[in-house]
């Protein structure tokens, strides 16, 4: 005797919520044959589901692989509350930076494939720049963005690098792919990016990227200050601070930080 079904519930929304993690869980995406198989439902069935999806901006479709991906619509669902648990947890080792360095502190997320700031310290050394809190910023020169796109998966990586235009704001902002992907490398090895007068002539920014429990990198905390203050052994000594920061912050969203490789 096969058990009664619960009437309340609508099997399309069951259905189309498998698709939903089935996807969530897919960081180069899924296509509607491997979909099908997974949640064991008729591609039929499943193609409808991600044209609506898609429909609705929630869903697009890769048009090199095929494949779909969940777009950032569906992480705005629950970002406001991971932003705010994000500002709560980071404040404290934002307080820390500031004593330490005297320096502007600065939260950022990536949303858009851009950064906002979305917490910012003041610093007591501090000459005014352009960053303002809830201000989007391009990932290609900031050291936050570059921070996080450089230990995203490559692919996600490759698309917002295709994606985003490469603004030239200083003679030193890099304009090129080839050029960008090189100094992410390097950003990978060294496990912190610098923004060096690339966003802002007379400025300079260390940054650290924040990861989530799944090993997303979704944020970066950062240090920001003028040339003069923020150079040579002193640039340094904020990075080994900022990736410590931003590792302690790692571990409170349940990463385990003992799988970076960080050298300095």
Known sequence: MKPRQNREILKVVAKTFQV???????SEGAGVTVLARTIKQPKATVYRILSTLS????????????????????????????RDTLCRTARPFMERLLAQFEQAVNLGILEHDQVVFVDMLEGLRWIRMS???NTYFPVHCTASGKSIVAFLPPDMT?????????LRLTPNTIQSIPALKKHLAQIRIQ????????T???????????????????????????????????????????????????????????SLKVVI
């Open 20 to 26: 939903i993690e089935v996807l969530a869980q897919a």
């Open 158 to 166: 490759d698309r917002i690098l295709r994606s985003i235009p490469m």
């Open 131 to 133: 960053a303002t809190l």
């Open 200 to 258: 802002e002539v007379g400025a300079r920014c260390v940054a650290a990227p924040i990861y989530d429990s799944t090993g997303m990198p979704f944020a970066a905390i950062s240090v920001s200050g003028p040339t003069s203050h923020v150079e040579g052994r002193e640039l340094l000594v904020i990075a080994r601070a900022v990736k410590e920061a931003a590792n302690n912050i790692s571990a409170k969203f349940g990463f385990r930080a003992q």
């Open 55 to 82: 429909h609705l901006g929630y869903a697009e479709k890769d048009g090199i692989s095929n494949n779909y991906r969940l777009t950032s619509k569906v992480r705005r669902l629950v970002h406001g509350e991971k």
């Open 191 to 198: 496990g912190f990016a610098v923004d060096d007068e690339e």
